[in-house]
Every structure is written in structure tokens, then in C-alpha cells.
């Protein structure tokens, strides 16, 4: 049985780093994109970043040159470093896997997705 678990949420200042963790298992994950998505209470759940097979990788504009995907596909996990976190970056994170080894110039889609973890909490106090 796929498990997607997300790890590394919490309650920093602004200014502060943080880094998400996401383990998979029983899935292909070295031959899987995957991909952050946030939701922020009241919105819509929105793509942060995605990454392909290869570790190229695309973001969001609003977190370009604060925040870094990548993965480690020997132990089939997907991390999200995030620097200089600001109050709007406060919201539930979660990793998605594709069964696609690209993340598609329609990334932010979220219906391109199979795979979903629960969701870690960020939380940004200024």
C-alpha cells in the first residue's frame, strides 16, 4: 500500500528556515515527479514546487530564491528547504507524487497527482 507521510512542519518567526521531509514507499519513487502543494486557511490548495526525475525543478513565483525542492531517491523522500519564511507562507504543506517522470508545464494542476501525504503545519508569526 502507497503511504506518502510528510515530517518538519512548525512555528518559526519570519526570517526564519525550515525544512520538509516527505517519505514514500511502495511506489516507484526514483521514476515519479513530485511536487509541494500548500493551503492556507480560506484558500485554495496551490503548487509550490515540483520536481522530475532528473532533480530539474520549477516553483512558484512568490517562493523563487527563498525556497528549494529536491530528493534523495535512495531513501525515497522529497525535501522542501524553505529560508526567510514570511507570515503568508503560513498554511498546511503537502507532497504529491505523479506517475510521470516530468512535472508537466501544467504542474500546479492538481488532478495531475495520484499519490497524497496528510499535510505537515507551517506556521509563520511576525
Known amino acids: 500500500q502507497v503511504q506518502v507521510v510528510e515530517s518538519g512542519g512548525g512555528l518559526v518567526q519570519a526570517g526564519e528556515s525550515l525544512r520538509l521531509s516527505c517519505t514514500a514507499s511502495?511506489?516507484?519513487?526514483?521514476?515519479?515527479?513530485m511536487a509541494w502543494f500548500r493551503q492556507a486557511p480560506g484558500k485554495e490548495r496551490e503548487g509550490v514546487s515540483c520536481?522530475?526525475?532528473?532533480?530539474?525543478?520549477v516553483y512558484t513565483d512568490s517562493v523563487k530564491g527563498r525556497f528549494t525542492i529536491s530528493r534523495d531517491n535512495a531513501k525515497n523522500t522529497l525535501y522542501l528547504q524553505m529560508n526567510n519564511l514570511k507570515p503568508e507562507n503560513t498554511a498546511m504543506y503537502y507532497c504529491?507524487?505523479?506517475?510521470?517522470?516530468?512535472?508537466?508545464?501544467?504542474?500546479?494542476?492538481?488532478?495531475?497527482?495520484?499519490?497524497w501525504g496528510q499535510g505537515t503545519q507551517v506556521t509563520v508569526s511576525s
Open positions: 511502495a511506489l516507484p519513487f526514483a521514476n515519479y515527479a
Open positions: 504529491a507524487a505523479r506517475i510521470s517522470q516530468t512535472c508537466s508545464v501544467a504542474w500546479r494542476t492538481r488532478n495531475l497527482y495520484t499519490f
Open positions: 520536481i522530475n526525475w532528473s532533480s530539474g525543478s
